[in-house]
């Protein structure tokens, strides 16, 4: 079965750089969210998207933004990196909003 | 705000004997999920548990959904090395039909053989 995929999987860049992190959710799924996981601790919901409109938001910094495209990938685009940004990133896709989330492989940002 | 607490931090068992980690929300929950995840890995879903007092079985794994829809628990039969990794509940919130999901701080499971 198809799962949710996330580019790159690993991403190095030093501090006031940008990164960009792509998910495609599960086809069929019209709901994609993202969520910030540091070392040793849970996952931390930031931003979602249901229908291609921003749906909730989370602790998510105003550096970054995301959105959810046409075809129902979405980006999450960092700015002005910090090193406390270094973090395993993961989005996941379900079908509508209150069922059950399926998450990427993840995203590692290593910020230097 | 919603909380979910989850305890044990860490367990430690030897293969064969059992394992059990407990949740608790704050609030009341509309659904609560459960993922496993390896070391180096990503969330892997098990379970979604809707119903008050709902109870199901994956083979050797039990999951229960407290009847107040507040807490959970997950229970392993006969660990095997295999289980080894961290056991996150995560809940959604009965007010909210957002979605998103509040996560337990997770048990990290080590099994010695």
């Known amino acids: 079965a198809a799962g949710v995929i996330q580019s790159p999987r690993h991403l190095i860049k030093e501090k006031r750089e940008t990164a960009t992190l792509k998910c495609y959710p599960i086809?069929?799924?019209?709901?994609v969210y993202w969520y910030q996981q540091g070392p040793g601790q849970d996952p931390q919901f930031l931003i979602s998207?249901?229908?291609?409109?921003?749906?909730d938001k989370g602790s998510i910094p105003d550096r970054f933004s995301a959105q959810q495209f046409s075809d129902y990938h979405s980006e999450l685009n960092m700015s002005s990196l910090e090193l406390g940004d270094s973090a395993l990133y993961f989005c996941?896709?379900?079908?509508?909003?209150?069922?059950?989330?399926?998450f990427g492989p993840g995203t590692r940002l290593t910020v230097t | 705000g919603q909380q979910v607490m989850q305890i044990p931090q860490y367990q430690h068992v030897q293969e064969g004997e059992d394992f059990t980690t407990y949740c608790n929300s704050s609030?009341?929950?509309?659904?609560i999920q459960w993922y496993k995840q390896r070391p180096g890995g990503h969330p892997v879903f098990l379970i979604q548990?809707?119903?008050?007092?709902e109870v199901k079985k994956q083979k050797r794994l039990t999951f229960q959904f407290g009847e107040a829809k507040k807490n959970s628990s997950l229970h392993i039969t006969a660990t095997q090395t295999t289980d080894v990794g961290t056991y996150f509940c995560?809940?959604?919130?009965?007010?909210?039909?957002?979605?998103?999901?509040?996560f337990g701080r997770g048990t990290q499971l080590t099994v010695w053989p």
């Open positions: 996941a896709s379900s079908r509508g909003q209150n069922n059950e989330q399926y």
């Open positions: 086809p069929r799924h019209d709901t």
């Open positions: 998207f249901y229908e291609k409109m921003q749906s």
């Open positions: 609030t009341t929950l509309s659904n």
């Open positions: 548990l809707v119903k008050s007092g």
């Open positions: 995560a809940g959604q919130d009965r007010g909210s039909t957002l979605g998103r999901l509040y």
